[in-house]
Nanobody
Framework: VQLVESGGGLVPAGGSLRLSCAASGFTFDEGVIAWFRQAPGKEREGVSC????????YLANSVKGRFTISSDKDKNMVYLQMNSLKPEDTATYYC?????????????????????????WGQGTQVSVSS
């Protein structure tokens, strides 16, 4: 599985960005794809997850109402639409994938999105939000 992120950049607070994750070698009818982010000096945290087979999604509380995750199986793409960005959203954003669909279900059940559940990672794209 190869994951390539794009779409990061510098925006003012309140702005929007759409991140893209191109997933090759990943079977969209199985497994899940997620977005994580890591700010300098902080742990990598789960932001959102999607199971493309039935579009089950998860969003962390910190981004609910502002971010939306979606997938396009025909293009092998997953997107993270980020609106009303805040300075605290500044981080490197990573796309992650796993052939097991349980990581999203675990998150939906309230146990959070666990980075240890994902076997494939992209290189990341930087998002910077100015105040």
């Amino acid at each position: 599985v190869q994951l390539v992120e794009s779409g990061g950049g510098l925006v003012p607070a309140g702005g929007s960005l759409r991140l893209s994750c191109a997933a090759s070698g990943f079977t969209f009818d199985e497994g899940v794809i997620a977005w994580f982010r890591q700010a300098p000096g902080k742990e990598r945290e789960g932001v959102s997850c999607i199971r493309p087979s039935d579009t089950t999604t998860y969003l962390a509380n910190s981004v609910k109402g502002r971010f939306t995750i979606s997938s396009d199986k025909d293009k092998n793409m997953v997107y993270l639409q980020m609106n009303s960005l805040k300075p605290e959203d500044t981080a490197t954003y990573y796309c992650a994938a796993d052939g097991n669909d349980s990581p999203c279900l675990i998150a939906v059940l309230g146990h959070g999105l666990l980075k240890t559940e994902f076997g494939s990672w992209g290189q990341g794209t930087q998002v910077s939000v100015s105040s």
